[in-house]
C-alpha cells in the first residue's frame, strides 16, 4: 500500500475518533451539571 494512502485513512480514522468523541460528550448526562449549576444538591463544605 501507498504511504500517503495509509496516511489519509490514519487522518480520516483520528477525525472520526474526535467527532464521535464530542458527540459523546454532548450526549453526556453529567454535561447538564455544566449548563445548570443550580439544579446541583447543595454542597455540605463539612464533609
Known amino acids: ?4 494512502l495509509l496516511a489519509g ?6 477525525l472520526v475518533g ?3 468523541y464530542r458527540e459523546a ?3 453526556e448526562p453529567i454535561g447538564r451539571f455544566r449548563m445548570n449549576p ?3 444538591p447543595p ?3 463539612s464533609e
Open 1 to 4: 500500500m501507498n504511504m500517503h
Open 9 to 14: 485513512i490514519a487522518v480520516l480514522l483520528v
Open 18 to 20: 474526535v467527532s464521535a
Open 25 to 27: 460528550l454532548r450526549n
Open 38 to 40: 443550580g439544579k446541583l
Open 43 to 45: 454542597f455540605d463544605e
